[in-house]
T-cell receptor, first 112, second 108 residues
Framework: SQTIHQWPATLVQPVGSPLSLECTVE??????LYWYRQAAGRGLQLLFY??????ISSEVPQNLSASRPQDRQFILSSKKLLLSDSGFYLC???????????FGDGTRLSIL | GIQVEQSPPDLILQEGANSTLRCNFS?????LQWFHQNPWGQLINLFYIPSGTKQNGRLSATTVATERYSLLYISSSQTTDSGVYFC??????????FGAGTILRVKS
């Protein structure tokens, strides 16, 4: 069966520090991968998605970037965090072709 | 892009009661998913339902794609059903657009 892992579960970072959140998927190959952010406990917003290694689409302009160095690895990064980057970040995967998305357990990011 | 609206925004039920949550979407969609977010933030897949009706235990869902809405039914609610219920519509490119959610609280 397929599993998705995100880490860390919780992160507290100072303003201006860098960020790296990692997501990996097991048990499938060539998945679609997604990063979402949830602010204030309501509604998720798609940040990035990837249909293959090195292929990244950005949905909203922001202080963050994403990379996919390996088939089942998706990384969310920032060079300098802003207060507004605080939130709950979730990674998801799906098979190609309109299949359902499955979510990781998320990372709670607090910026001080 | 597509717009997704959920109602009601908040719902309080007595344990054992039934409820219906609604999701309206503004355009044709490739698919629709219902999720339950538990108090720890985990998003649990409930249904993947482009059309028709599906049932899983006390939960069932119906999507009428031609009329652009989906319904989630919860019967004999339990306190463990509490949390936030999201519907999400899939537009082109496998991208999910989420509604704002319904916050459900089940009282014992």
């Amino acid at each position: 069966s397929q599993t998705i892992h995100q880490w860390p579960a919780t992160l507290v970072q100072p303003v201006g520090s860098p960020l790296s959140l990692e997501c990996t998927v097991e048990g499938t190959s060539n998945p679609n991968l997604y990063w979402y952010r949830q602010a204030a406990g309501r509604g998720l917003q798609l940040l990035f998605y990837s249909v293959g290694i090195g292929q990244i689409s950005s949905e909203v302009p922001q202080n963050l970037s994403a990379s996919r160095p390996q088939d089942r690895q998706f990384i969310l990064s920032s060079k300098k965090l802003l207060l507004s980057d605080s939130g709950f970040y979730l990674c998801a995967w799906s098979r190609q072709g309109g299949q359902p998305q499955h979510f990781g357990d998320g990372t709670r990011l607090s910026i001080l | 892009g597509i717009q997704v609206e959920q109602s009601p925004p908040d719902l309080i039920l007595q344990e054992g009661a039934n409820s219906t949550l609604r999701c309206n979407f503004s355009d044709s969609v490739n698919n629709l998913q219902w999720f339950h977010q538990n108090p720890w933030g985990q998003l649990i897949n409930l249904f993947y339902i482009p059309s028709g009706t599906k049932q899983n235990g006390r939960l069932s869902a119906t999507t009428v794609a031609t009329e652009r809405y989906s319904l989630l039914y919860i019967s004999s609610s339990q306190t463990t059903d509490s949390g936030v219920y999201f519907c999400a519509a899939m537009e082109y490119g496998n991208k999910l657009v989420f509604g704002a959610g319904t916050i459900l609280r089940v009282k014992s």
